[in-house]
C-alpha cells in the first residue's frame, strides 16, 4: 500500500508539531466518536435486555450524571488504547495526526491513558497550545507528549530489517517495533 | 376501378366504395393499436436491488433510533438554557426523518416480498420443466460441464470488490487530504495571529528531534520531483 501527498506544504510539515485547530478538530470528533459509541453500546444492551427480559421495547431514560459518567470513561478508554497503540485515535487519523513521546516514540500504555484521562477531564488545556511556542497543551507538558502531523499510516510504511537484527524496524520514527 | 354492376346507394355512390368507421384507420395508412403488453415480473436483479435498499431503508430507521437516543442522552447532560431549543429543532427533524424512513422501509418490504414471490415462482416453473425434460437431461453432461468452469478464477479474476474499493479509497483520500491542508493553513495562521500579538520576533521552533517522516515512505509524485 503506498500513500501519496500531494501538497507541498503539507509534505513538509509531516513531523512537525501541529497548531490547535487541527488538534481541536481532532478532539471534537472523538467526543462525538464516543458519545456515539456510548449511544450505540446504550441502544444495543437496552434491545438485548428487552428481548430477554421484557416483554415491551423501551430505551429507559438514564439520569445525566449517568450519561455524562459513561461518556467520560468512554473517552478515556478509547482515547488510551488509541494513543497507546498507534498513537492515533480516529478523529487523530482523519486530521492526519499522531501522539508520540518527547523523543519522537510511541507512548507507553500508562502514559497514554494518563494523558487520555488528563485530556478528558481537562480539556481547556489545549488552549495553551495557541500560545506555546512548541504548540504544547497542558496535557503535553504534564505527560511529556507531543502531537505531530504524521498522514501516513503505519500500514504505509515500508517495514525494512535493520542489519544484524531481526526486528522490523519502521522507517521514519526511529523507533524499533515487534 | 369500380365495380360498374355494384348496387348503388341512395346518393348514386357503389356501396362497395362506402367505408365504415372501422375503416378510418387503414384508409389513414395507420396501424391499428395494440393494447400495452403487462410489465414483466421483477427478477433476481430486481431482487437484489430490492433487497439493497431494504437494507438501506433499514440502516437509515436503525440511524433514526440512535439519533432519537443522542438526542435524548444529550437533553439529559446538556444544560436546557443552552440546548433546550436546538435539541427541540433537532428532535422535530428527527421525528420527520423517521416517519419518512419508515414509510420508505414498509414500501421497500412490499416491493422486496413482490419480487422474491416472482423470483420463486420463475425458479419454480424452472425446476417443473426440468422435471419435464428429464430425458434429454439425461444426455447432457452437465458434472463435467461444471467440473470444467474454474468459478473461483472468474470471480478472482473480476475482484469487483477490489475495485470499489480502491476507487472509493482514492477518492475519500483526496478529499480528506484537501481538508487537512486547508486546516494545516489554519493552524499556522492562528499561530502567526497569536506571535504577532505577543509580539516574537522567531518563528516556533515546531520540528521534533528524533522524528523523522520525510524519509522515502511519502511517496512524491514523479512530475512534483
Redesign the interface.
Known amino acids: 500500500m503506498s500513500r501519496l501527498i500531494r501538497n507541498e506544504r503539507a509534505r513538509a510539515l509531516q513531523g512537525q508539531r501541529a497548531g490547535i485547530v487541527s488538534r481541536g478538530l481532532a478532539f471534537a470528533a472523538d467526543i462525538g466518536v464516543a458519545f456515539l459509541i456510548y449511544v450505540v453500546m446504550g441502544a444495543a444492551v437496552s434491545v438485548l435486555w428487552d428481548l430477554l427480559f421484557s416483554k415491551k421495547m423501551d430505551i429507559p431514560q438514564l439520569p445525566g450524571w449517568v450519561n455524562a459518567t459513561a461518556i467520560f470513561w468512554i473517552l478515556v478508554i478509547y482515547l488510551g488504547l488509541g494513543w497507546g497503540s498507534t498513537g492515533r485515535t480516529i478523529g487523530k487519523q482523519l486530521m492526519g495526526l499522531r501522539v508520540v513521546r518527547s523523543d519522537g516514540r510511541s507512548l507507553k500504555p500508562r502514559q497514554a491513558f494518563v494523558r487520555a484521562l488528563f485530556c478528558a477531564a481537562f480539556y481547556p488545556g489545549l488552549l495553551l497550545a495557541l500560545v506555546d511556542r512548541r504548540n504544547r497543551s497542558v496535557q503535553d507538558v504534564v505527560c511529556r507528549t507531543v502531537v505531530v502531523y504524521d498522514w501516513i499510516p503505519e500500514a504505509a510504511r515500508p517495514r525494512v530489517l535493520v542489519a544484524g537484527s531481526a526486528v522490523p524496524v519502521t522507517k521514519g520514527s526511529g523507533q524499533q517495533r515487534a | 376501378m369500380t365495380d360498374p354492376t355494384a348496387p348503388l346507394d341512395d346518393d348514386g355512390v357503389p356501396e362497395a366504395e362506402l367505408v365504415t368507421i372501422d375503416d378510418v384507420p387503414f384508409a389513414l395508412g395507420l396501424q391499428p393499436t395494440q393494447p400495452a403488453p403487462p410489465p414483466a415480473p421483477p427478477g433476481v436483479v430486481d431482487l437484489v436491488f430490492r433487497s439493497a435498499r431494504l437494507g438501506v431503508d433499514a440502516a437509515a430507521l436503525f440511524a433514526g ?2 439519533a432519537d ?2 438526542v ?2 444529550a437533553r ?2 446538556l444544560p436546557p438554557a443552552v440546548a433546550e431549543r436546538p435539541l427541540d429543532a433537532v428532535d422535530e427533524r428527527i421525528g420527520r426523518q423517521r416517519t419518512a424512513a419508515r414509510e420508505r422501509g414498509e414500501h421497500s418490504v412490499e416491493q422486496t416480498r413482490e419480487a422474491a414471490e416472482a423470483v420463486l415462482n420463475q425458479v419454480v416453473v424452472g425446476v417443473v420443466d426440468m422435471i419435464d425434460m428429464g430425458g434429454l437431461i439425461d444426455h447432457v453432461p452437465i458434472d463435467q460441464i461444471v467440473a470444467r468452469v474454474d468459478v473461483p478464477a472468474i470471480i478472482n479474476e473480476v475482484d469487483l470488490g477490489d475495485i470499489v474499493r480502491e476507487s472509493t479509497t482514492g477518492l475519500v483520500g483526496e478529499t ?2 484537501a481538508v ?2 486547508q ?6 495562521f ?2 502567526r495571529i ?1 506571535d504577532k500579538i ?1 509580539r ?1 520576533k522567531e518563528p ?18 514523479q512530475e ?1 520531483r
Open positions: 433510533e440512535v437516543l443522542s435524548r442522552v439529559s447532560v480528506i487530504d487537512r491542508v486546516v494545516m493553513g489554519l493552524d499556522l492562528a499561530a497569536v505577543l516574537r516556533r521552533p515546531l520540528l521534533l528531534d528524533g522524528y523523522d517522516v520525510s524519509g522515502p515512505e511519502i511517496r512524491v509524485p512534483m
